[in-house]
């Protein structure tokens, strides 16, 4: 009889110290952990309950079957840490992923993240769209991506059609931010070379995608973003959002002066080109400041609320100007348009490929098989604290 050492001790068939010796970066098969049986090991943050991410998230060790019918066994390469996961993590986004004990867990618990590039291991005899060493990534939200190696049906995930040219962080990160920008940019207003757009938080992931997708398609862009106490800093950001694709660059304060709006209307030559579009990440009376500048028929799309404070919208906005405001949720419109999102998801990635679209500055954040808990939940309970060199992004390395 098999002991328990022997069924998750590192693979001895030939066969598998075959995959032990893939070292390239895109095969990572490096130390996999393999039984005789076939057998994967994992690991996995998790939470079994609502709360702040240093307080309740655990890390979990657990085993993967080999796979069957059309179940696919992924390794992790990247996985993002986004506002909206910690979100989930605290229990103030209106959705979470499911609590259950299918990892083993004694009580039921959850997996967070929604974002992540991953390789496929190995595959089971009914799963056509996908084989081992492609890359994949998540179908629809909920997915759970904070663990080195997880086993879905193929039909949660999407195939990449060509990884060639792009990196996993790239592809990790493509889901929310990209699309996001894009769809904002394509499905509220038409809008044509030479019209503007404002948006605050513009130096965010969503916002600096705004800024190269609104460059690429020859719209202008007023970019709105906090001001710094070091000036030195607050002029190389302004910089950046220049070579990035903005037009022009205001600062948050003088967003909220009165003479903004007679400076748009000399950038736009006394209103004769049209501000079409607002994009709104803060909320509260700075949304407002920009809707002011808005031109008649304009829309206004909601995709955050940083400031958590209310939007008053004035009667006049929606009666002489005919305003228009939305909101935009990615997730949502992720899982109601799959297809759609691929085709996005692809298009973008394209842009990668040719030099025309650039990554968002991160933080690697590295997981190894020996990596401890402590530092992983140090990473998620940092993306709580102040300003950020760049977005978190967990980087699996020998798992």
């Not at 590039?117 to 179908?139: H, N, P, T, Y």
């Not at 909920?142 to 060639?164: A, F, M, S």
Request: aromatic residues 8%; hydrophobic residues 35%.
């Amino acid at each position: 009889m098999a002991t328990l050492s022997s069924i998750f001790a590192p693979a001895r068939c030939s066969q598998c110290q075959q995959l032990l010796k893939g070292s390239s970066p895109s095969t990572i098969d490096r130390r996999r952990y393999i039984s005789a049986y076939g057998y994967t090991q994992a690991k996995s943050l998790v939470y079994s309950k609502h709360g702040n991410p240093s307080d309740v998230l655990d890390l979990h060790t657990h085993s993967l079957s080999p796979p069957h019918s059309n179940l696919l066994t992924l390794r992790t390469l990247t996985a993002p840490l986004n506002p909206a996961d910690i979100n989930q993590i605290q229990g103030t986004y209106p959705t979470s992923p499911p609590f259950t004990t299918a990892l083993g867990t004694s009580t039921p618990t959850a997996i967070p993240g929604n974002e992540g590039c991953f390789e496929v291991l190995s595959a089971g005899s009914g799963a056509k769209i996908a084989q081992r060493g492609d890359w994949v990534i998540a179908r629809q939200t909920g997915l759970g991506t904070w663990r080195t190696h997880l086993q879905v049906p193929q039909d949660k995930i999407t195939k990449v059609e060509d990884k060639e040219g792009v990196t996993a962080k790239q592809v990790g990160t493509v889901s929310v931010n990209p699309v996001t920008a894009y769809r904002m940019l394509k499905d509220f207003v038409v809008m044509k070379e030479g019209d503007w757009y404002v948006q605050n938080g513009a130096n965010s992931g969503v916002g600096r995608a705004v800024l190269q997708l609104g460059r690429l398609w020859g719209l202008k862009g007023i970019a709105v973003i906090r001001g710094r106490e070091a000036k030195e800093e607050e002029q190389a950001l302004k910089r950046e959002m220049v070579e990035l694709g903005a037009e022009k660059v205001v600062m948050d304060q003088e967003l909220m002066g009165r003479e903004f709006k007679d400076q748009v209307a000399e950038w736009t030559h006394g209103a004769r080109e049209e501000v079409k579009l607002g994009l709104n990440c803060v909320g509260g009376e700075a949304a407002m400041a920009m809707a002011k500048v808005l031109s008649s028929g304009a829309s206004m799309v909601t995709y955050g609320a940083m400031s958590k404070a209310p939007m008053r919208v004035g009667a006049s906005m929606l009666i002489f100007k005919d305003l228009k405001f939305h909101g935009f949720w990615v997730s949502r419109w992720s899982d109601q348009y799959p297809e759609e999102k691929k085709r996005t998801v692809d298009e973008i990635l394209q842009l990668y490929r040719e030099g025309k679209f650039v990554d968002v500055p991160n933080v690697d954040v590295r997981w190894d098989w020996d990596t401890k808990k402590a530092s992983l939940i140090e990473a998620v309970q940092g993306t709580l604290e102040g300003y950020r060199k760049g977005k978190g992004i967990f980087v699996f390395g020998d798992t």
